[in-house]
Structures are given as C-alpha cells and as structure tokens.
C-alpha cells in the first residue's frame, strides 16, 4: 500500500512539471477536495499537493478550529454535537408548506463509512395526531457561535421535491423543539436571524442559492437578501459549503467562490448562532413532488467551525 501512495505523489508532482493532461481526472488546488471520481492530485502548477479527504483538517490564517464533526464513528449522530429536532413548530408542522414530519430515527439520519447521511423519504407517519407522508431529519448542533468560517462539505439530493438546507439561526429563537428552546432568549423568527449558508429548489439541479433574513426595523416585516450561483455535479459530487461571518461583512462560498455576501449592519447577525442541516418535502423551495419518489439524501462528510482567537 505503502508504494501505491508514493507513486500516486510521485505522479502529481511529474504532472506539474511536465504540465501536460492526465490520462485520469484529478482534484485541483483551486477547490483542495476530491469530488470521488478522481485517482490523484492535480497541483495546478504549484507542486504543493492537496488535501484528501479524511487527511488533514484544513487551516485558516488567523483562524482556530473550534468546534467540528468529523463523522467517523458509526450508527446515530453524535448526541454530544447534535439535538434532532422533531416537534412541530406549529400546527402540527413546520414553515413553508413543508410536507415532512422530522424524526429521530436513524432510518432519516445516520452515520456510517465516515459521512452524515440525511435521508428524506416517502412513508405515512402519524406524529402528536399530525399525518404526514414523508419523513426526513433536522438537526441542530448543541454548539452555537459568533463570527468565525463554518465550512460543511456535502453532497446534495437531486430528486424534484427535496429540499436540502445547511444554515444557521440566531441562538435566541424560542422554537418549540429547538435546540436551546427559551435557555437563551425568547426571540421569535424574524428576529433572531437566519443564515442560509446553502440551500437548492428541488426543481433546479444546477444552481445553489445563499440568503440572510431579519426583521426590517421600519416596517417590522421580514427581510431577506440572498443570490444564487451555477453549480455542476450538485447530485453526484461534494462540494464545499462555506459562511464566512465578521462584524464588518458576511460571505456565503461554494468551493470557495463566492455567492453571496452583505454588510454587517443588523443586530440580528451580531449575535450568537448555532448551525442547522435538514432536508425538506415540498414547500417553497422543493416545490411539487412527484408520485414516483421514494428517498432523497443529503450526505456530509464534515462540518467544521472555525474563530479567530
């Protein structure tokens, strides 16, 4: 095993230094990931090699990892890291037109063979006298922050009707269910925040979109700003998912362009926030599902917060 490796090094630096195609595809420096079907690494002129999957944690300058799931244990996500939310937030559901009832069960979300998978699927469920026909899971992580870099490494569903999300909401939201709950303030939503670090229409396939919501002080209606941004392999490959966060500006990446960013100038983004992955039915955003589903999955292979210190 030990001479495969080598060769495999060997061969990227050859590749720089000859700069001519390789026979197979190969991860590049400019998004530092494997996508799965590559063989080796691509320096992209630079001969310094890069990082593999399950290798080394990535660093920032300036910035300190301090908080992370790495998924590399096997059966239910980590009860230490992460609460599954599974009561409905109001009448006996969620926002949006959702069509999902959310489970602790690890048939909807599970780790094993190093990722986080979150899987949606098409099966009656009774929960509190509410009927729904789709199950999935939401979690949020018993860790909360201000400031810092989220990055999420993921691998979105592609089936029309699901609705993947990886986001943040401030840590004072009194959501029945949630997380903290009334444990750090009483704050209803808009007001808390809402950061959308990623989410996809689940009719659309090739584009991902990046959002902040809060509370217009003038009106006192909700607010939002958000873009979205063209993406290839969003159902078959990982991409990184990022949310760069400051008192000056907040910046949403994928595979570290950027989608979206904004000032810093609301209260509701000056504040602590702790993370969210879900995947929904329906809805404003998954749209119409069709009779044919069966199952959509988010798969993670990593979830990484990072602070200057």
Known sequence: MKNVFYLLIISAFLSCEKGGPSPEPQATCSDGILNGDEVSIDCGGSCTACEEPGGEITSYDGLTLVWNDEFDYEGAPSAEKWHLQTLPIFGGGWANGELQHYTNRTS?????????????KKESYTFENSTKEYTSARLNSKFDFKYGRVDVRAKLPSQQGAWPAIWTLGSDINERGGVFQAEKGET??????????????????????????????????????GLDKSLSGIGSKYHLYSLVWNAAVLQI???????????????????PHYLLLNVAMGGTLGGEV????????????????????
């Open 253 to 271: 990446y994928v595979d570290d362009q950027l989608v979206v960013q904004s000032t810093n100038s609301e209260t509701e983004f000056k504040k």
């Open 188 to 225: 209803s939503w808009p007001n808390c925040g809402e950061i959308d670090i990623m989410e996809k229409r689940g009719w659309q396939n090739d584009r991902v979109l990046g959002t902040f919501h809060w509370k217009d002080d003038e009106s006192g209606n909700p607010a939002s700003y």
């Open 108 to 120: 909807n979300a599970s780790v094993s063979d190093g990722t986080l998978k979150i899987n949606a």
């Open 290 to 309: 069709p009779s044919s589903f069966s199952q959509a999955t988010m798969e993670i292979d990593y979830v990484r917060v990072y602070q200057a210190q």
